[in-house]
T-cell receptor, first 116, second 114 residues
């Protein structure tokens, strides 16, 4: 099956710093990728839809200046958490679909962000 | 907007017992998908149901899609410790949204006591 690689797996940073998370589709091209946030024992909350070559589409309530998304190529999307604060601590996970009749998503392994 | 509700939130069973999780949508769905997320892992696609009243089986897992295409269920027969994890249902976005944009249910956390 399709593989989505996400790095880093975990990161600890100081409050006020920025953190970049990379999401790569390894064996297919993804014109669209999705970024989710997940709190412990909770569901996946869609943050934004990342579109190759254009601006990301953010869900209601998600600060686009806080969570910068860049989808510069068909295999790479990045999420940058700017000026991170402890409340940004969470599990961030990306996904992509390879198209076809089934809209199933392939997920990256996720990034656990801890802001001190 | 579209809402996908899933119950129960938690389910603890003894190994060998059956398990069922239910999913209800506020709107009619063109299809519904199920994912499993192991503790510490990422969601993995299990199946997609498309047709009204559809029933699909994967070994001990049975998936159903309601006649009205607004509800679905996942039933596991004779649970094993390897079934531990969170099971999510997910429905596609409303017309005009990006392909692959899904709305996830809250998930059911299954624990199995050996």
């Amino acid at each position: 099956g399709a593989v989505v690689s996400q790095h880093p797996s975990w990161v600890i940073c100081k409050s006020g710093t920025s953190v970049k998370i990379e999401c790569r589709s390894l064996d297919f091209q993804a014109t669209t990728m999705f970024w989710y946030r997940q709190f412990p024992k909770q569901s996946l909350m869609l943050m934004a839809t990342s579109n190759e070559g254009s601006k990301a589409t953010y869900e209601q309530g998600v600060e686009k200046d806080k969570f910068l998304i860049n989808h510069a190529s068909l295999t790479l999307s990045t999420l940058t958490v700017t000026s991170a604060h402890p409340e940004d601590s969470s599990f961030y996970i990306c996904s992509a679909s390879i198209g076809g009749l089934i809209e199933k998503l392939f997920f990256g392994s996720g990034t656990q962000l801890s802001v001190l | 907007g579209q809402q996908v509700m899933q119950i129960p939130q938690y389910q603890h069973v003894q190994e060998g017992e059956d398990f069922t999780t239910y999913c209800n949508s506020s709107t009619t769905l063109s299809n519904i998908q199920w994912y499993k997320q192991r503790p510490g892992g990422h969601p993995v696609f299990l199946i997609q149901l498309v047709k009204s009243g559809e029933v699909k089986k994967q070994k001990r897992l049975t998936f159903q899609f309601g006649e009205a295409k607004k509800n679905s269920s996942l039933h596991i027969t004779a649970t094993q410790t390897t079934d531990v994890g969170t099971y999510f249902c997910a429905g596609p976005g409303t017309a005009g949204t990006s392909y692959g944009k899904l709305t996830f249910g809250q998930g059911t956390i299954l624990t199995v006591h050996p």
